[in-house]
């Protein structure tokens, strides 16, 4: 049975690209702003190279592929144990060397193809690498999912159980727009329980104090290269 709802040549109706937009940006926001909190990169300077790599890679793919390219956390061990070592220049000259290795085979599969990275890296290998990234997360995801001003609460764990059991059902159960974007309505849901939980237990569960605080248009803070010519070569990146 085909579950796809719309094939690559497939046009949404503008609402529900609206509320697919919203969706894209929520789930990945997260991953992409977590990542360099994790490392202690500043979060500004992923989501602004993030994206001039999706524009960039929208141009090279003619706009075919509408993927989003985020943080990855397959380097944040890697990225934590070099930020602590040899600091920021350890990473970013890490990071390079990952982008080249990464061109690389982008021209081996051009040229060669993509058959052989089934031989080198089959479903046995991936897989288990994927499961090892995951539950490396896993004690960040329930810590979040279980604390509030960080500590402990009940009521972080039941907004959090209320809000993943929504999208669960959303997913399964919803039909036309509601089963496309199951995690935004998920989020609608977690924040209305959220705001009925805190009336009915006295607690404050929503906060936008930080957010109405923030700048609307802010640059990142770059760290200047080259400001030291000195070149240095870290072998642990």
């Known amino acids: 049975?085909?579950?796809?709802?719309?094939?690559?040549?497939?046009?949404?109706?503008?609402?529900?690209?609206?509320?697919?937009?919203?969706?894209?940006?929520?789930?990945?926001?997260?991953?992409?702003?977590?990542?360099?909190?994790?490392v202690g990169i500043d979060p500004a300077i992923a989501l602004f190279s993030s994206g001039l790599g999706t524009l960039a890679h929208l141009t090279v793919t003619k706009y075919k592929i509408p993927a989003y390219m985020g943080s990855s956390f397959a380097y944040i061990a890697a990225m934590q144990t070099l930020m602590k070592t040899d600091g920021i220049a350890?990473?970013?000259?890490?990071?390079m060397a990952g982008g080249l290795v990464y061109l690389l085979v982008a021209l081996?599969?051009?040229?060669?193809?993509?058959?052989?990275?089934?031989?080198?890296l089959p479903p046995i290998v991936v897989g288990p690498i994927i499961m090892?990234?995951?539950?490396?997360?896993?004690?960040?995801?329930?810590?979040?999912?279980?604390?509030?001003?960080?500590?402990?609460?009940?009521?972080?764990?039941?907004?959090?159980?209320v809000t993943l059991f929504a999208v669960i059902l959303f997913n399964m159960y919803g039909k036309k727009i509601v089963g496309v974007i199951p995690i935004l309505l998920g989020l609608v849901v977690g924040y209305i329980f959220s705001a009925v939980l805190g009336l009915l237990t006295g607690h404050s569960f929503i906060n936008f104090s930080e957010v109405?605080?923030?700048?609307?248009?802010?640059?990142?803070?770059?760290?200047?290269?080259?400001?030291d010519y000195s070149f240095k070569l870290y072998p642990s990146a």
């Open 108 to 120: 081996i599969v051009k040229y060669a193809g993509k058959d052989w990275i089934d031989k080198v």
């Open 132 to 161: 090892v990234i995951g539950l490396n997360l896993a004690a960040n995801a329930v810590n979040d999912a279980t604390t509030l001003n960080k500590s402990y609460s009940i009521y972080a764990l039941l907004i959090s159980m």
């Open 1 to 38: 049975m085909n579950n796809v709802k719309y094939d690559v040549n497939d046009m949404p109706k503008p609402g529900l690209l609206v509320g697919l937009s919203f969706q894209h940006l929520f789930a990945m926001f997260g991953a992409t702003v977590l990542v360099p909190i994790l």
């Open 212 to 227: 109405a605080a923030a700048h609307w248009i802010q640059v990142p803070n770059f760290d200047i290269p080259f400001v």
């Open 90 to 95: 350890a990473v970013a000259q890490g990071a």
